[in-house]
């Protein structure tokens, strides 16, 4: 797991942790709130499984590569 200075193209730190251990603590709502109520920048684990949810961020993506 790391945690990534966006703004100045940083890693603050980076620490091992057990297979699977984060995998769904990364993806948690609570988790993604608690980062952007602190006006923190977050990346979101997406796997192919939410396929609905894959979707429509493939969607946006396209949709922003075209404007």
């Given amino acids: ?3 990534w200075a966006s ?6 730190g980076q ?3 057990d297979k699977k251990s984060n ?3 990364a993806t948690h ?3 993604a709130d608690l980062i952007t109520v ?3 920048d977050y990346i979101l684990a997406l796997k192919k499984n939410q396929k609905i949810l ?3 961020v493939e969607s946006e993506f ?3 590569k075209k404007d």
């Fill in 23 to 25: 995998e769904k603590m």
């Fill in 1 to 3: 797991m790391s945690a």
């Fill in 54 to 56: 894959l979707e429509e």
């Fill in 38 to 40: 602190a006006a923190g």
């Fill in 62 to 64: 396209y949709d922003k």
């Fill in 7 to 12: 703004e100045y193209h940083l890693t603050l």
């Fill in 29 to 31: 709502q609570n988790t």
């Fill in 15 to 17: 620490v091992v942790v």
